[in-house]
């Protein structure tokens, strides 16, 4: 298969009392309007489960579940995966030079940015056509 290359544009910086995207001096233009949206995508380098072996595992136990299942990766949001790319829906609290607040993030410090993308309405779909395996019932509630 082909490969792809993929640079860092940033880092996820986690501190006592907030929560930041620091985006490099190299991409910093490509924030400009980023301000006017409430919520972004991020994109980020699930940079700890980046080794052969995680890389390889096509199956994964979903944490947090009542019962213990063991399903593809494709069906979960499992760090262990072929590319090892983390996305996550964060709240844009505001913005200060290269430097993104957000409400939290389920990255760690010090991970890497891959990329920023502005969350629009057009992205998602009401709640009663979503369809999820009965193990994740209890998220249908949140
Ligand atoms: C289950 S993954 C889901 C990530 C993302 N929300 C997604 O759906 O792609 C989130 C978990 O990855 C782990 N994690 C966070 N940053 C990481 C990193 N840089 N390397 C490895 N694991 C990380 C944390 O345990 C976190 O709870």
């Given at each position: 298969m082909t490969s792809f290359g993929i640079h860092q544009i940033g880092v996820v910086k986690i501190e006592k009392e907030a929560c930041y995207i620091e985006i490099s001096q190299l991409y910093t233009?490509?924030?400009?309007?980023?301000?006017?949206?409430?919520h972004i995508y991020v994109l980020w380098w699930i940079s700890m489960r980046d080794n052969p072996l995680d890389r390889s595992q096509m199956l994964a136990t979903p944490p947090k579940l009542k019962t213990s299942i063991e399903t593809g990766v494709f069906s979960s949001r499992s760090p262990?995966?072929?590319?090892p790319i983390g996305l996550t829906k964060v709240k844009l609290l505001r913005v200060e030079n290269n430097k993104l607040y957000i409400d939290r993030i389920d990255a760690i410090d010090g991970t890497p940015v891959l990329d920023i993308k502005p969350y629009l309405p057009g992205d998602s779909v009401s709640v009663d056509e979503i369809k999820l395996p009965e193990w994740f019932d209890h998220l249908k509630e949140e």
């Open positions: 233009t490509g924030l400009r309007h980023i301000e006017q949206f409430s262990t995966r072929p590319n």
